[in-house]
């Protein structure tokens, strides 16, 4: 019987990451994200998971980003009975980030049904924090390069840089090795540590997130300090939407070595993600995957008032500036910084700094495309703050990073398929492959099923 591989999200998006591998009768999931962006594409949230969550027999996660983990909890509920696999870093933030998402989705139901802006009599939440929890209870975490026997399956997690406890999955099935790369980090990542070096393989899948474009060779710093300045030159606000785990760090570490070498005012600065707050102590601990001082750590939050509590979020709305805000969500989809945004967003003197990549439909992609108003919580908020993109900073490989990275490959895989990328990206990254490296890539078709080939035996 011949093992397949189905491609079940993340194939004409960059959301939405999940692979089912098939061998000898077993199921297992390799990440179980949320669709986001397009409302076409949250709709497919909403629509039955493509196979009984009770047939699947076990989940392996590359890591703890809602795209790769934010339908775990609904795929317990609707009746997955096994165990998740994940690395202990990974593990430790899911218990942040999953409860918190259910928390959102529970917040975002009561509201439309309050303003009574949904189409649904009754609107529900996709899952509820409670549903999260369950899920929690389901993962078993691993070290990295711990060799593990999942469903008949041999799976080993790599480092993957990017974000804490971020692996590349490895899956030997019938003889044929599959290669997951996750969201690959980059090798010159302030904060995380380069991924390791591709392995031989027989099946690649690899992410192609900027797989159209190469990363600003600039220090990020430097074009981040020149905003602050300005901005608080006038007295004004700084914006800056970050994803609460890795992103907000990669902020804090950048605006405490400007302020150490007094590139930027003596300015408050605020942390206000409770979520960032608590990932903090999980970086502390993984001191290996990072490449912080235990001094430089420190430092980074001696910098910024964290902000815990929804009264003291609310207060920054009223302090004005000068002042820098850094708060979730990074593509403006959710959490406090909507809060900032209508505060604060229509005020010329102050300035929207997005940090990483914006999927298209989110409003973190309408201000990047040039849109001057936004809809938040049933209100259209007029944007003349200065708008600032700085792709520099995204914790993502860039297409020429991903080329030099498949390049330490020993040998080619005999096939590569090419997802979590927006159409043209991945398209982009397919023709330079095959011109760098003389590699047949593919962009496979949502849904499809792949034989995997028999395995080389090296």
Request: charged residues 25%; hydrophobic residues 40%; proline residues 7%.
């Amino acid at each position: 019987m011949t093992a397949t591989l189905r491609f079940l999200g993340a194939t004409d998006t960059v959301t939405g990451s999940r692979y089912l591998v098939e061998s000898q009768g077993r199921r297992v999931l390799v990440d179980c994200g949320l669709f986001q962006g397009y409302k076409v594409l949250r709709e497919r949230n909403w629509r039955p998971f493509p196979v009984d969550p009770a047939g699947i027999d076990a989940v392996v996660v590359t890591h703890a980003h809602l795209d790769h983990t934010g339908y775990l909890p609904a795929l317990v509920r609707d009746g997955f009975r096994g165990r998740i696999h994940a690395t202990h870093g990974t593990t430790e933030l899911s218990r942040l980030i999953l409860p918190d998402s259910g928390r959102l989705l529970e917040e975002q139901a009561e509201f439309a049904a309050r303003r009574h802006s949904s189409k649904h009599a009754t609107p529900r939440p996709l899952y509820t924090e409670r549903d999260a929890l369950t899920a929690l209870e389901r993962f078993e975490p691993h070290p990295f390069d711990a060799e593990l026997e999942v469903a008949g399956l041999t799976v080993r997690f790599v480092p993957g840089g990017h974000i804490l406890g971020a692996a590349q999955v490895l899956v030997e099935a019938e003889g044929a090795r599959l290669h997951f790369t996750g969201d690959l980090g980059r090798p010159d990542d302030a904060l995380m540590k380069p991924p390791r070096p591709l392995e031989a393989t027989d099946v690649l899948v690899c992410e192609s997130t900027y797989g159209d474009r190469l990363h600003p060779d600039t220090d990020p710093a430097w074009p981040l300090g020149e905003i602050v300045r300005n901005v608080c030159s006038r007295g004004g606000v700084v914006i800056l939407p970050a994803f609460a785990v890795g992103r907000a760090e990669t902020l804090l570490l950048h605006l405490s070595r400007l302020r150490a070498r007094h590139a930027i005012p003596d300015v408050p600065v605020f942390l206000n993600s409770p979520m960032a707050v608590d990932a903090a102590g999980i970086y502390a601990r993984h001191p290996e995957e990072h490449r912080l001082r235990p001094a430089e750590f420190e430092a980074m939050y001696r910098l910024a008032t964290l902000v815990r509590t929804v009264d003291d979020s609310k207060l920054l709305n009223l302090r004005g500036g000068p002042a820098i805000i850094i708060s979730a969500s990074g593509m403006l989809e959710g959490g406090r910084v909507l809060h900032h945004i209508a505060a604060y967003g229509s005020d010329p003197h102050n300035a929207i700094v997005l940090t990483g990549f914006q999927a298209g439909g989110t409003r973190g992609d309408a201000l990047r495309r040039g849109e001057r108003s936004l809809r938040i919580y049933g209100r259209d908020i007029p944007i003349r703050a200065q708008v600032h993109v700085l792709d520099m900073l995204s914790a993502h490989a860039d297409a020429g990073q991903i080329v030099d990275w498949l390049g330490t490959a020993p040998t080619p895989p005999r096939a590569v398929y090419l997802t979590h990328g927006e159409p043209h990206a991945a398209d982009a990254l397919r023709v330079r492959v095959r011109r760098a490296l003389g590699w047949e890539a593919r962009v496979p078709e949502f849904g499809e099923t792949v034989s995997l080939p028999a395995g080389s035996g090296s």
